[in-house]
Structure formats: structure tokens, C-alpha cells
């Protein structure tokens, strides 16, 4: 966690978001830590955005995991050219956030093509 802490302060030490913003995102990233109010020890544990994506034609594999806390503070950083652009390709960012957070738990999205296959779901 360390880590993601010094990326979120790098952010705003470069400008990229507001310390307000950079705030929300600790916060955010503390209340899906086990032991914290709100927490994984809380209750109940956090929920995590999973997302991989395998890419058949060089091999690549990405692997995200996001708490799902800090998932909703991020999108709210999605710069507007590029939500502009999601929208016209039919999708709509809110939606798929109400789907995560209410979903239970597994697969959201599988996709599977000649060039790629991709998986999202939430544990």
C-alpha cells in the first residue's frame, strides 16, 4: 500500500489532481485496508475490482486489482475526452459502477476474441 500512497502524493506533487482529490484517494485506499473503520475488518471483507486482459497476439498479460472503494473515487478522474469517447462506443461508465457495487461476487464482463480475451469481476 505503500506504494499506491506514493503515487497518489506524486500525483499531486505533479500537478495531475488536486490535494483534495489526492485526500479522497487515501482515503479511499485506507478504508479497504483490514483493521480500518470501514474496512476488510470491518465486518466484512473488501471488495476487489478484478481486471485481466490476455492478448493473444503478443502475449501480454495485464492483471488489476483495484478495491473497489478506490475504484469509485477513480472514476471520477477519468478525463472528460476520454469518457466522451467511452460513451460514443455505447457505454456507460455509471451504469457498469451501480453494477459493480452491487454486484455479489464474480464475473461481470468476459470477453473472448481472436485478439484478445478480457475479464473483469469483483471478490
Wanted: net charge negative; charged share 30%; no cysteine.
Amino acid at each position: 500500500m505503500i506504494d499506491e500512497k506514493r503515487q497518489i502524493l506524486t500525483m499531486v506533487q505533479e500537478g495531475k489532481i488536486s490535494v483534495d482529490e489526492g485526500l479522497k484517494l487515501l482515503e479511499a485506499l485506507e478504508s479497504s485496508v483490514p483493521g480500518q473503520p470501514g474496512g476488510a475488518g470491518a465486518g466484512r471483507p473488501a471488495k476487489m475490482l478484478r481486471v485481466r486482459v490476455f492478448d493473444a497476439e503478443d502475449n501480454t498479460k495485464v492483471n488489476v486489482n483495484i478495491p473497489l472503494a478506490l475504484a469509485k473515487v477513480a472514476m471520477k478522474f477519468i478525463p472528460k475526452n476520454v469518457a466522451e469517447e467511452i460513451k460514443e462506443q455505447d457505454i456507460d461508465l455509471d451504469e457498469i459502477l451501480a453494477s459493480i457495487t452491487d454486484a455479489t461476487m464474480g464475473k461481470i464482463v468476459d470477453i473472448d476474441s481472436d485478439e484478445a480475451k478480457v475479464e473483469v469481476y469483483v471478490e
